[in-house]
């Protein structure tokens, strides 16, 4: 029996015009599709209606999150090994890039599965292309320590790295502590340190700006409850 294939979808990065981040062919491949993996159910059928899916009430979804334990992996796949197309949706942009969804596209390939990545809006890209830093060596490091003390010794280090390898280093926080991380960047920083912030990528909100620390020092961006990336260069 032919096997389906696993199409990894982008999404929107928030709530901005479709028609700037996902290509037509790609809202087409979600629109025809009818078996799902989501993160969240609401969060997907909006997606779904926007790319142009015709009804929503033959959508089969199941869940992949933070919560789901390795075993449950197997029967998320199911449909594909009776043939069936499935569709991976985010909350991150694109699929298994900072995502759960990571976990089921290893597995996808240990059974031998067709993976298929389609184009869509990925902020972690989109912010170093943005920055001017080194796009040649990069490295993206997730959520710093919550704990003020681990998380200015973290970025010490990064900064000591991206000196010792002339290497971007990039990292998020949840919106609502992104302040903290920005007051912490700047006391712990050197001044000629070069700092990127991006935030609200490809919304109407969108900013973007890089300087060194000592010219952050003069004046700070309001980043409180928006998606934000940090990108550092010593």
């Known amino acids: 029996m032919t096997t389906g294939a696993l199409y990894l979808i982008p999404v929107p990065l928030g709530e901005g015009d479709i028609d700037w981040t996902i290509p037509v062919r790609v809202r087409e491949c979600a629109a025809r599709l009818d078996q799902y993996v989501v993160e969240h159910p609401k969060a997907a059928r909006r997606f779904l209606k926007q790319a142009g899916t015709a009804s ?8 992949l999150d933070e919560h789901t334990r390795p075993s449950e992996l197997e029967a998320l796949l199911e449909p594909l090994l009776a043939g069936h ?3 991976l949706l985010s909350e991150a942009g694109c699929p298994a890039v900072a995502d759960p969804g990571a976990s089921l596209v290893r597995l996808a390939h240990q059974k031998s599965l ?8 990925s902020s972690i890209l989109l912010a170093l292309m943005a920055s001017g830093l080194n796009g040649q060596r990069f490295t ?12 200015t010794a973290t970025i010490i280090e990064l900064e000591k790295a991206s000196i ?15 302040q903290k991380v920005l007051d912490c ?3 712990t920083c050197r001044n000629d340190t070069v700092l ?4 609200s990528l490809t919304l109407e909100d969108e900013y973007i700006a890089t300087k060194t620390v000592r010219e952050w020092r003069r004046t700070l961006p309001d ?5 934000a990336i940090f990108l550092l260069h010593g």
């Open 185 to 187: 960047l700047i006391s």
């Open 223 to 227: 980043l409180n409850k928006k998606p």
């Open 140 to 151: 993206f490091h997730g959520y710093l320590p919550t704990d003020r003390g681990k998380r």
């Open 114 to 121: 067709r993976v298929v990545p389609l184009v869509g809006p």
């Open 85 to 87: 197309d499935i569709g």
């Open 196 to 199: 990127c912030i991006s935030a």
């Open 164 to 178: 010792a390898h002339d290497q971007t280093q990039i990292f998020i926080e949840t919106p609502y502590r992104n």
């Open 56 to 63: 929503l009430q033959g959508i089969s979804m199941r869940i």
